[in-house]
C-alpha cells in the first residue's frame, strides 16, 4: 500500500454496483502521471456477495488506516453509500461523488427520501435471485457505457458480476458529508442515474456541483477529464 505524508490528498477510489477496482485503471494510471498518490478497493458486496454496505465500508476503513496523511474519498454510484458510512474515518479529509448516492441516517439505496429517479431505465434491466441482483447483459452498455469505445465497453460489460441485495437494503451508520467537505460530480448523459436523481443528491451535500458531459462511467469514456477534476481536487 502506498503512504504518504504531507498535504498532498491520497485519492481512494470506490466503485458502484456490479463494477470492481478494474473500473477505475485508467483513472488511476492518469493519476500516477500526475503525481497524485491513488488507491482502488474491491467492494465485497460484488467480490464476495452477499456481503452488505458494512462489510464495503469495513473494506475501506481498513484501507484508510493504513494511509499515512489525508485522503480524497471518491464513491461512483452505490459507492457513495459506502464513503458516506465509511468517510467519518479521521483520515479522510474530503469526498466526492460521482453520479453517486448521498444518503442520509437511515436510508439505503432502494429507500430514501432523494427524488428525481423516477425516469431511470435501470430496474427495467436488473434482475434477482439468491440474494443477488445481476443486470441483463445485453442492456449493459446501453445504460453505463453507451459513450465509450465499443471495444471498452465490450470488455467493460463482460466483466460486471452480480451485486448483493442486502447492500442495496442496508441503511448508513453514519452520514459523512454532514462532517467532511463534500463535492458532487454530475454525468450530464447518465442513463443509470437520472440528472434530476443527481442533482438531488447534490443538493444534500451543498456547493455547486461540477459537471462531466458522459454516461454513467466518466473513468472509462472520459478518464482524462475525470482524473483531471480529481487530480484538482486532491491537492
Known sequence: MMRVVGAQRTVLLVHGAWHGGWCWERVGRLLADAEVPCV??????????????????????????TIDG?????????????VTDAGTNENVEALVYLAAFALDAGESVVANDLQGGEDTKLAEAVSFGDDLISVDPQRAVELFFHDCDQEVAECARGRLMP?????????????????????????SDDRALPVPLQMSNAARVGGEPLELATSHSPFLSQPAALAELLTELSR
Not at 467492494?43 to 484501507?63: I, Q, T
Not at 489525508?70 to 459506502?82: D, F, I, M, Q, T
Not at 442496508?170 to 460530480?185: F, H, L, M, N
Request: with cysteine.
Open 163 to 187: 451485486m448483493s441485495m442486502a447492500a442495496m437494503q442496508d441503511v448508513t451508520r453514519s452520514v459523512a458529508w454532514r462532517e467532511k467537505p463534500a463535492t458532487y460530480i454530475v454525468c
Open 70 to 82: 489525508p485522503v480524497l474519498l471518491v464513491g461512483h454510484s452505490y459507492g457513495g453509500a459506502v
Open 40 to 65: 482502488s478497493v474491491d467492494n465485497p458486496s460484488v467480490v464476495a456477495a452477499p456481503s452488505d454496505l458494512a462489510a464495503d465500508s469495513e473494506n475501506v476503513r481498513r484501507v484508510l488506516d
